[in-house]
């Protein structure tokens, strides 16, 4: 017999497809929306609980203990924060009675959260153990563990360069399709090197590379000797393509017309950032060691992303351009992510074929260490050259220690005792960034108050007040440029004094990026599964040769701090005039730069003022 006190769950009814057709439309597409919002719901709260919390695969043990902890971390902060914020939250939307609402969301919250990163702590370091074995066995095999992908895999430097070079082309061709795609010419302020190459406005590199060539070839003096005026047409013709041919400098005289020296943005457009940093620093030797220094790529992103925005920010579509700007900032992210790789494969590849010899055989430790001593012994002539030997010569040390360490010693001890080390250097490295910026923040607020001050008194002063000795004991009124002038020349005075401070700035900054970009660059040098593991050990030895070599012929007591404001504004004034030349083709060795900063330090000393001009 039925029980009849027995109570039967009644499932929930769903809707098939002939109940959805018997509904109003109101209702199907309300429950429709219902059904979005809750999968927007589950999709926002799966992504807030992943950012939360460290879900991603270890690669081992350690790097499950690692997320463990950040797991765990975050919940108890979370649970903190949201014990403090609900109530308060509560409180404003709805008074004493919203405040206890919150205050009971917050306990519970403060509660369960912590425990949920407890919960997925566990689940990590279970996972991490039971990785271990697989890293362990990729580790013997060679394999290198991808961050993005959570896999162990080979990896090969010649397959990462074709990688490399490909994306580059398929980014160009892609840009070039875009520019050649839109038939429309491309408005722009003046036309004149356009017309002189024979080109569209919306011409391509590649386009305007081939018109060149052809236009040189109609007007250069030897192919018409009748012509007197062949060789200013031909001279012009390559300031047109020089122009052209460079992206900072092309946007420029599509918004502004032909440069001159008055125009601000030409001659932005004229500087390589990587020439004036190799004249600032010395770099030009160490180049292939440390490649085009990082402060040189971020300054040339920024000009270029200066002249884009000035380029393409009009009144009429402010709003439309303003979201290509954004866009193409992140592009430029993305640029300046694939130039760093693109550098660090450089610098592999570089010291790849250095210590090549040494690895095969042709040349024994003792020839080799003497050839890498002779090297550093040139460096350390250059200005910065012992400061650039002490930072290559420890990183590159360090690395190979810290490879042949976890490959030969027991349970990797010596490995792990230089990843230490390393570890240490980045962190007083970063205290050293800190305190430089600190310094230089502090000098920069002191150089605006100055020059602020100077400026309010000279604008307090009238043209009459303010006068200047003529001889025989009389004066007269100074006009208002030579009042400017002495301003200026207060300002430059003020803005000199703190030059050693950002110098300081600047080479800590260097010193970190050098680190990081031959801790990369090694990594790529010991991993490359293109030789076997005894190579790579021997690749590592003489690696460990090349950077004991740098650092033991750094000069001691030579550093950024003790540089003289003299010398710095001369390395300055000469690596602008020097980038400027290089730029209209002209060919400057970096004997002839040290040979100019010479006579420019002397130059600054014989022409220092003995007193800061004041106004009478």
């Known amino acids: 017999m039925e029980d009849t006190n027995t109570i039967t769950a009644t499932p929930k009814p769903t809707i098939t497809t002939h109940d959805a057709s018997t509904l109003p439309d109101e209702e199907l597409a309300k429950r429709a929306q219902e059904e979005l919002n809750m999968e927007d719901d589950v999709v926002e709260a799966r992504e807030v609980f992943n950012n939360l919390f460290s879900t991603r695969r270890p690669k081992d043990g350690f790097a499950g203990f690692s997320s463990a902890t950040k797991s765990i971390g975050k919940g108890v902060v979370a649970g903190a924060v949201s014990l ?19 205050l009971t969301t917050g306990v519970a919250s403060a509660v369960v959260l912590p425990v949920t990163g407890v919960c997925v702590g566990a689940y990590q370091v279970a996972r991490g153990l039971g990785n271990a074995g697989e890293a362990s066995k990729a580790g013997k095999e060679g394999k290198v563990w991808d961050d993005e992908k959570r896999v162990w895999y080979h990896y090969f430097i ?7 070079d490909r994306l580059a082309a398929e980014s160009k061709e892609g840009k070039n399709l875009s520019a050649s795609g839109n038939m429309m010419e491309k408005k722009v302020k003046d036309r004149e090197f356009y017309d002189l190459l024979s080109v569209s406005t919306n011409a391509t590199p590649g386009e305007m590379k081939k018109a060149y060539y052809k236009e040189a070839r109609k007007v250069h003096p030897d192919k018409c000797p009748d012509d007197p005026d062949a060789a200013e047409k ?29 125009n601000a943005d030409a001659m932005a457009s004229e500087i390589d950032p990587a020439v004036f940093f190799n004249v600032m620093f010395g770099s030009t030797a160490v180049e292939p060691y440390i490649g085009e220094l990082w402060i040189a790529s971020v300054a040339d992103l920024m000009m270029k992303d200066m002249v884009e925005q000035q380029t393409s920010l009009s009144e009429s579509d402010m709003n439309e351009k303003f979201a290509e700007t954004v866009a193409g900032r992140a592009a430029s992210a993305e640029e300046a992510k694939v130039k760093q790789t693109k550098r660090e494969l450089k610098i592999a590849i570089n010291l790849r074929e250095k210590i090549q010899p040494f690895v095969d055989g042709n040349i024994t430790s003792e020839d080799f260490m003497t050839a890498c001593e002779e090297e550093a012994k040139k460096i350390a002539e250059g200005s910065f050259g012992s400061i650039f030997l002490a930072a290559i010569g420890f990183q590159l040390e360090i690395e190979a220690d810290e490879f042949i360490g976890m490959a030969n010693s027991f349970m990797g001890i010596e490995g792990h005792t230089a990843r230490a080390r390393k570890q240490a250097n980045f962190a007083a490295a970063n205290f050293k960034i800190m305190g430089a910026g600190i310094r230089a923040a502090s000098a920069g607020r002191k150089v605006c108050k100055e020059v602020e001050a100077v400026q309010q008194r000279a604008a307090e002063e009238s043209l009459a007040e303010a006068t200047i000795e003529t001889g025989g004991g009389a004066t007269m009124p100074k006009t208002k440029e030579q009042i400017e002038a002495e301003q200026a020349m207060l300002a430059a005075q003020q803005l000199e004094d703190s030059l050693p401070t950002i110098l300081e700035l600047a080479w800590a900054v260097n010193n970190r990026d050098i680190s990081r970009t031959i801790k990369r660059a090694c990594k790529k040098l010991f991993s490359d599964a293109g030789v076997d593991s005894d190579k790579r050990l021997e690749r590592a030895n003489a690696i460990r040769i090349v950077g004991h070599a740098f650092r033991i012929n750094a000069k001691e007591g030579q550093d950024v701090d003790g540089q003289d404001k003299d010398d710095i504004k001369a390395r300055a004034e000469v690596a602008v005039m020097t980038t400027m030349a290089k730029a209209q083709g002209q060919e400057v060795s970096e004997e002839d730069t040290e040979e100019l900063i010479k006579v420019a330090v002397a130059n600054n000393k014989a022409n220092a003022p003995t007193q800061q001009p004041e106004l009478i």
């Not at 914020?85 to 404003?92: S, Y």
């Open 84 to 102: 403090v914020a609900q109530p308060i939250a509560g409180a404003r939307a709805d008074g004493v009675k919203g405040f206890f609402t919150g």
């Open 158 to 164: 010649d397959t990462e360069v074709a990688d490399i």
């Open 234 to 262: 031909f001279q012009n013709l390559g300031h047109a393509y020089q122009i052209l041919s460079n992206e900072q400098s092309r946007a420029a005289y599509d918004k502004n017309g032909k440069p001159d020296n008055q």
